[in-house]
Antibody
């Protein structure tokens, strides 16, 4: 079955970086975008950006431009999201989600990775 | 890109129908038939319920339906059940080739 499995929870200090992974299985990795969405505690969903695993091309939400990097390793069907210069308000659950190249809906989603930023 | 506007909360009794609205602009909701809806139970990942405004993925109950008029999309749940109590989010493609979510709506089944 199509599945996205993310790396485990992280605790980081302000100013540090975090890198979250998303391992895809059950489909051809290069046939779909991988998107990243975050959810702060008690808050709504926020789209961060996406990567085309075939070309490596990325597209980011304005709020994250210059602070986020998205990469992939096609040999192990894994996408990565790295967020730099962490602040306390970056504390959130980070989700990866698959998105069709031609039809922008998210399915499935990874299980989520809690990133806590605290001094 | 501003978040799409959803009511913070809606409620209904078992068996009733409710509708959740999602208002955007002509640059997102109104400009494309690319609105999707997600259900999220506490502590769980979101689940796709509706895509392309009104299409249901396989396995989603036909009690869930979607529509759009102008810059406002809507999710209707008929025959409310206790298990429908959750948060619901809309999402739209935008003219900037980005995606934007609504602020979310908490559905309470009374």
């Amino acid at each position: 079955q199509v599945q996205l499995v993310q790396s485990g929870a992280e605790v980081k200090k302000p100013g540090a970086s975090v890198k979250v992974s998303c391992k895809a299985s059950g489909y051809t990795f290069t046939d779909y975008y991988i998107n990243w969405v975050r959810q702060a505690p008690g808050q709504g969903l926020e789209w961060m950006g996406r990567i085309n695993p075939s070309s490596g091309a990325t597209n980011f939400a304005q709020n994250f431009q210059g602070r986020v990097t998205m990469t992939r390793d096609t040999s192990i069907t894994t996408a990565y999201m790295e967020l730099n210069r962490l602040r306390s308000d970056d504390t959130a659950v980070y989700y990866c989600a698959r998105l069709d190249y031609a039809d922008p809906w998210f399915d499935p989603w990874g299980q989520g990775t809690l990133v806590t930023v605290s001094s | 890109q501003s978040a799409l506007t959803q009511p913070a909360s809606v409620s209904g009794s078992p068996g009733q129908s409710i509708t959740i609205s999602c208002t955007g602009t002509s640059s997102d909701v109104g400009g494309y038939n690319y609105v999707s809806w997600y259900q999220q139970h506490p502590g769980k990942a979101p689940k796709l319920m509706i895509y392309d405004v009104s299409y249901r993925p396989s396995g989603v109950s036909n009690r869930f339906s979607g529509s759009k008029s102008g810059n406002t999309a809507s999710l209707t749940i008929s025959g409310l059940q206790a298990e429908d109590e959750a948060d619901y989010y809309c999402n739209s493609y935008t003219s900037s080739s980005t995606l934007v979510f609504g602020g979310g709506t908490k559905l309470t089944v009374l």
